[in-house]
């Protein structure tokens, strides 16, 4: 069979159970190479459950996945040396000096920069030769970005890489990732709820809910496709049944906001139909989003919506 | 001196607010034609803006007319000149009058004002324009 | 693996002291309990086997415990070496640490029967060699806590199993002792490889 070179991961049914949960549920999704995907969801809906499964640092319960080509499993050091994790965190050795995460670094990765590791510590204003438990967090995620990028990988895997970072330290690591990003052939897949990030970051946008893959979608594109309506009427399960591609309805004071995917004429009439006064609205990336992640009653509706966003 | 500023959050997609204030720019003469745009790359590492996005934004510039590019040497404001058919023409200005009208109805203001007010903006734009073309 | 070695050690070896007390500490009361001759008595034996099965409990169980944290486990492993290597630098830095937490005491003992101690009592600095092969013979509680902490196991007595053989060894060894001290050495050395190839073949 042959296989697209420009796919940088692939999963097939990724499905993961602890215990009788279910963290992931035959999760399918290819990312594009020498691109930025944005992979978005609750905490807890199985983002860094399905990271650790694509490193081959968990196993699957079904399915499988691949990291350049090379089944997750079983990926050989080599491979390995070619995928950044950054793990959510900015776990390290608080004893170690932070010139020795360079030492940790360079005996197994080959194409390790040490010049670019010293110059990404001064960006984030941190001295070589203090402790791991001496510097801020905002630091720490600097010295663990450094680390990851000077090993000079072809894929760059973040979870949650701005949790707990001020804003200066956020905004550092945005910028350290687009110059990372501008290089040829680099891929990056980033976990985060962070949508403003998202905005700047990603040119594609997944989206997890309980475990399930709802939206994969281009950034501009999933834009595009999602539409918002307020409307005056009455609204419940009957008139929600009225519209295809509903994703989500949610009401605030007297007025409903709807959310729907992939609006044609017919939408538009039916919306019509339930209120005259029916008015279309631009909506923010946040909205477009929270609409995937609400719990929504309308089930039937969401997987009418999914058929139309991948 | 011209400058762009984008907000991520808002109703606007980045790119869509890159466009809408090049346009803006030389509609109100802040920018001349024959004026450089800051490259793609200049231009991403100002706003921490991924590349593909400013790219888009260009491209769309391009493609309706108000910027061309110039192999090897950038971006440029160009030359006022017609590339939409005129059913192409009419739709885009259906479209702005739409999006225009719904915001400002919901302000208030009554037939008339708005007329005036348009009326109004629409000399001073032009004042400024034929004032360019002179000098 | 160097890294490995290094990383292991530096971040271990503050924990040494905590090891050489009690060995010092059972040597001076030995030395001080023996009126008319230091002998190798069982007792010797199986304090030192004691403290030091304890010692290799506890490096084990640091060794292995908090880098089975998954960030941590990340960091270690998502590296440009086999799951393997890791194993092995982590065995060899506990091997080392070990040694200096128990061996030289032990050979300090020995040091100071040769050139001290013999001018109060009658002994021999060969006394402290049981005590030796037991202590090698306890190495094998490293590896067993090692594989305690790593496996999966569902079921409480199969996650123990791994201790049992290493107490068997123990116990094993100072039996044979009595009989052959080279017995005692080829059954402590089978013990051991045994138990790094089986916690090679886990982790």
Known sequence: ?310 | ?135 | MKTIVWKEIREHARWIPLGVIPIVIVLVLHWRASFLIFDDTKMLQWMVGLVASGIAICLGMLQSWPDQRPAARALLLHRGITANTVFWGKLLSGFLLYAVAVFVPLLAMAAFIAFVGIEHRPADPAAILPSALISVAAFSCWLASMLVVQRDAWMVGSRLMPGLAAGMAIFLCQGVMNYAVGMSIAIALTILVALTVIARSVC
């Open chain 1, 1 to 310: 069979m042959m296989r697209a070179d420009n796919i940088a991961i692939r999963t097939s049914g990724l499905t993961r159970y602890f215990g009788h949960k279910a963290a992931l549920r035959g999760l399918t999704l290819d990312i594009p190479r020498g691109q930025v995907t944005a992979l978005v969801g609750h905490n807890g809906a199985g983002k860094t459950t399905l990271i650790r499964m694509l490193l081959g640092l968990l196993p699957p319960t079904r399915g499988r996945s691949e990291l350049l080509g090379h089944d997750s499993q079983s990926l050989t050091p080599e491979v390995r040396t070619r995928v950044g994790y950054l793990a959510e965190g900015h776990f390290l050795w608080g004893w170690m000096r932070v010139r020795d995460t360079a030492r940790l670094q360079r005996e197994t990765f080959p194409r390790w920069d040490q010049p670019l590791f010293d110059a990404m510590l001064k960006f984030f204003g941190v001295t070589p030769d203090a402790r791991v438990r001496q510097i801020s967090r905002g630091q720490r995620a600097g010295v663990s970005l450094a680390m990851t990028l000077a090993t000079d990988p072809e894929l760059l895997i973040l979870d949650d890489p701005s949790m707990g970072l001020d804003p200066v330290a956020r905004r550092a690591l945005v910028e350290g990732l687009l110059a990372f990003a501008r290089r040829d052939d680099r891929t990056i897949l980033i976990c985060t709820h962070l949508l403003d990030d998202v905005e700047r970051l990603a040119d594609r946008i997944a989206i997890i809910s309980n475990g399930q893959l709802l939206v994969d979608a281009g950034l501009a594109e999933f834009r595009e496709r999602v539409g918002g309506w307020t409307i005056d009427a009455d609204f419940g399960a009957q008139q929600a049944a009225q519209i295809p591609g509903l994703v989500d309805s949610r009401q605030l004071r007297e007025r409903t906001h709807l959310v729907v995917a992939d609006p044609d004429q017919e939408t538009v009439a039916a919306i019509q139909r339930i209120s005259g006064t029916a008015r279309r609205e631009e909506l923010t990336l946040k909205d477009a989003v929270l609409a995937y992640l609400r719990p929504s009653a309308m089930v039937g509706s969401i997987s009418a919506a999914l058929e139309n966003v991948r």
């Open chain 2, 1 to 135: 001196m011209f400058e762009i500023q984008v907000t991520p959050g808002g109703n606007r997609p980045i790119y869509r607010q890159i466009i809408d204030q090049v346009r803006n720019s030389v509609a109100t003469l802040e920018l001349s034609v024959g004026d450089s745009l800051p490259s793609v790359r200049q231009l991403a590492e100002e706003l921490v803006l991924n590349h593909n996005t400013v790219a888009k934004a260009y491209a769309e510039l391009v493609r309706e007319g108000v910027l061309e590019s110039r192999h090897g040497r950038g971006v440029f404001v160009a030359k006022r000149r017609q590339v939409f058919s005129s059913g192409e023409r009419k739709r885009r200005m259906d479209q702005a009058l739409d999006v225009f009208l719904s915001e400002i109805l919901t302000l208030g203001y009554s037939p008339e004002q708005i007329e005036e007010a348009v009326a109004k903006r629409l000399a001073k734009m032009t004042a400024n324009q034929n004032k360019a073309e002179v000098e």
